[in-house]
């Protein structure tokens, strides 16, 4: 009896200390503000519970990561208001026949490294159209990205989160060169001047949040698109080779009328000397 309950008892030490796994490298990954936390499990029958809290509350836990058995849970939904310093506690579960076995408070528990989605989401690459509008200037039209964000059933923008905050970081070049010029937007269409007509430029657009700490600023960039801005009227121009063709259908026109009237002309000669060549 006595050594059973030693066994017992040295079984239930082995268990909690070595074989309950600790989450490890707990880690947030945020993109357009949603926002998964990561940590590495060990395998084993235990699961884990997490629980969040915004700095200074209480701890929640959050319903879809309750007892689950990867090492991931998304919290884009309960990290709300999103500029607030959020902690996440992943607690380790009981496997389910340890559960009478084991002390609860004894599970071991891994606290997440600060995070607050405002400034530390990672901002995806913008798409965006160019037109021309003149000899000299293109428009740049970029689409805000959007997040998994919804209010009033609408889905909200980085703008919409971000407002003023958000500028737009444009980079370009002529193509060939390898000169870059950039220019920074607070708004999400706009011109870039002083361009030179008859060449191509490559355009590169990233967003950018000023306001954060460095490391957090800017956003992924985009691929990259580019546009022909047209030159002066050339032979090569679409008016100069309108004004071509115009000419060479002249000159063909011109010289089927010559040939025409030439052809009746002999026509007209050949049927006279056989009527005057008929009487004789
Ligand atoms: C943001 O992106 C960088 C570079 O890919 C990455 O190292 C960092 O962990 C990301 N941060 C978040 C919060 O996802
Ligand atoms: C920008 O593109 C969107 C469609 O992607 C369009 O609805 C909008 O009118 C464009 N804005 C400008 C200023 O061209």
Redo the contacts with the bound molecule.
């Keep these: 009896m006595m050594e059973f309950s030693l066994l017992g008892f040295i079984l239930l030490i082995w268990r909690t200390s070595a074989d309950v796994p600790k989450a490890e490298d707990l880690h947030w990954t945020s993109l357009d503000f949603s926002t998964v936390l990561t940590w590495r499990t060990s395998p084993s029958q235990h699961t884990y519970t997490v629980l969040y809290s915004e700095v200074g509350s209480d701890w929640l836990e959050s319903p879809d990561c309750i007892e689950v058995s990867e090492g991931e849970c998304d919290l884009t939904m309960q990290l709300q208001p999103l500029d607030r310093v959020y902690t996440a506690d992943v607690k380790t579960e009981p496997a389910a026949d340890e559960e009478h076995l084991v002390d609860i408070d004894e599970l071991p528990h891994t606290y997440s490294p600060p995070f607050n989605p405002y400034e530390e989401s990672n901002l995806s690459a913008p798409s965006f159209?160019l037109?021309v509008l003149d000899r000299l200037q293109v428009?740049v039209?970029v689409?805000d990205p959007l997040t998994a964000i919804h209010n009033q059933n609408r889905q909200l923008t980085i703008r919409d989160v971000l407002q003023n905050q958000l500028l737009y970081r444009v980079s370009y070049s002529r193509a060939g060169s390898t000169g870059k010029k950039e220019l920074l937007s607070n708004s999400s269409?706009l011109v870039v001047s002083g361009l030179d007509s008859g060449e191509s430029y490559c355009f590169i657009v990233a967003a950018f949040v000023p306001t954060r700490a460095r490391t957090n600023q800017l956003g992924l960039w985009s691929h990259q698109r580019c546009i022909a801005i047209p030159g002066p009227e050339t032979g090569l121009t679409v008016g100069g080779l309108v004004g071509v063709i115009f000419i060479v259908l002249t000159v063909i026109i011109v010289f089927i009328v010559i040939f025409v009237l030439c052809c009746r002309k002999k026509n007209k000669r050949q049927p006279a000397n056989q009527t005057t060549s008929d009487p004789v």
Excluded: W
Aim: hydrophobic share 0%; aromatic share 0%; proline share 0%.
């Design positions: 159209s037109r428009s039209n689409s269409s």
